[in-house]
């Protein structure tokens, strides 16, 4: 537990994701979490600043009424902050909204997870808002990272995973918007 991510100078599109093992928040309970377990699925790593926040449970709250469809396309659906699990837990037991969230959420106080997919902010100590799809390979086939006054869209995110998957499945082929 605590170990951490392979070091990288910089992400790629179509390279091996950034590997770890780290505690999550999930379903009332405290566990280990190690991404290369996650072979053979696709993996949405959602990374936001912090929990008690004003537009962080808007995103995660819509995550987390579409986590049926993510996981009808085979994607496990994965939260990131800088927040301890005990922080995690207060959030999920005092709000309505991230009380419906049943995918795990990581826990990064030391923010090495954060760092490894160049989502830390050194001076804040917090994430940028960053959304990482992760094919059944363990490789990275989309990111994108927002100043954190921008919220993200599950619609959209959706849309993205459907278009890779796509992609994936027509050898290639390409996937108009």
Known sequence: MGQCCQEQEYLEINKPAPLFEVEAFHNDQTKNIDLGEYKGKWVVLFFYP??????????????????????????????????TVFVHKAWWENSPTIKKITFPMLADPTGKICKAYGTYIYEEGLSLRGTFIIDP??????????????????????????????????????CPA
Request: glycine fraction near 8%.
């Open 137 to 174: 390979d363990g490789v990275l086939k989309a990111f994108e990272l927002h100043d954190n006054s921008i919220g993200r869209s599950s619609d959209e995110l959706l849309r993205k995973i459907k278009a890779a998957q796509f992609v994936r499945e027509h050898g290639g082929e390409v």
């Open 50 to 83: 912090a929990d008690f926040t004003f537009i962080c449970p808007t995103e995660i709250g819509d995550l987390a009424e579409k986590y049926s469809e993510f996981q009808k396309l085979g994607v496990e659906v994965m939260s990131v902050s800088t927040d």
